[in-house]
């Protein structure tokens, strides 16, 4: 139960869709529901039964803080709050949609899979729900059911969800972890009361990120192959590139809460790499002297499209004008791919 916000909402706003824009996934649930989990399946059970222990039911709850008014932040701060609001909020209820759905069709066919599922879906719609209040003290909510029925949703197939979805949970748990204990050790910085819930929310993530984990590893092919090697690496550099490319455009987000976006999202990308050891058989060489010069290319390039975008002149002048830009970008990302990964000597054979 949360306390109902004082404040009338004013407006509910859709979001605006681009490259980066936390996206809505959809699946083909048949082929999930015809997976083999018995490899792994003592694993599995054993993270569905913490997940009903539910040990974050009544962690959130608004406070006597969330009724302070808002209205002292500037212009520029209270709406780089309301976009990492909005963005959060849209990425975790892209998590409970996703979730929620692979477990309705999951149900009659294997119910310990559609148990976990609906297990991290309410988790995901706590978060989206706390994130949707949030928004309400600034007088603002996000319309979550317009989103549902408007959203494009892209289409993965599960052996791609199961990579992009354990990767996302980690570096989410790194996220919220490492904001949490920055401002535990910077109180001066925490000018909103919802960095003070990260640190058990954090835990959700990271047990979603070890449901994906177990799952991945009762389909041994998924890791211990060459191909799924070349899929691994893949799948860490496109989350590790989404969120340097869009963090590095919300510098001002971090700085107002004392921290600076490029060295947040290195230590971050660092973690989840580190993380990533114990499931996968390759890792990125994050500590390679072009890692992250590279990366910082592909920021620029980014900027530059952003910049492109806000240009007034028809669509098809952008397009040209971008398609340098675009190469860049293509070229120095495959340049981060082909450099020389880390074996982590993880070779998934479980009886
Ligand atoms: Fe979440
Ligand atoms: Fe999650």
Redesign the pocket.
Known sequence: MSFASPKKIENKITTKETLLTPRFYTTDFEEISKLDISKNQREIEAIVEEFRIDYNRDHFIRDKEFYKTWDSFDEKTRNIFIEFLERSCTA?FS?FLLYKEISRNLKNVNPLLAEGFSFMAR??AR??GFLNKAMSDFNISLDLGFLTKTRKYTFFAPKFIFYSTYLSEKI?YWRYITIYRHLEKNPTYRVYPLFRFFES?CQ??NR?GDFFAALLKSQEELLNTNEARLWCRFFLLSVFATMYLNDLQRKEFYASIGLNAKQFDQYVIRKTNQSAKTLFPVILDVNHPDFFPLLDKCADSNQKLCDIDRIKVFNIIKNILKLPYYIILIINLLKIYLLKPIETNYIWTIS
Request: glycine letters at 18%.
């Open positions: 975790e998590g988790d995901e978060h989206a989410g929310w959700d993530e979603h």
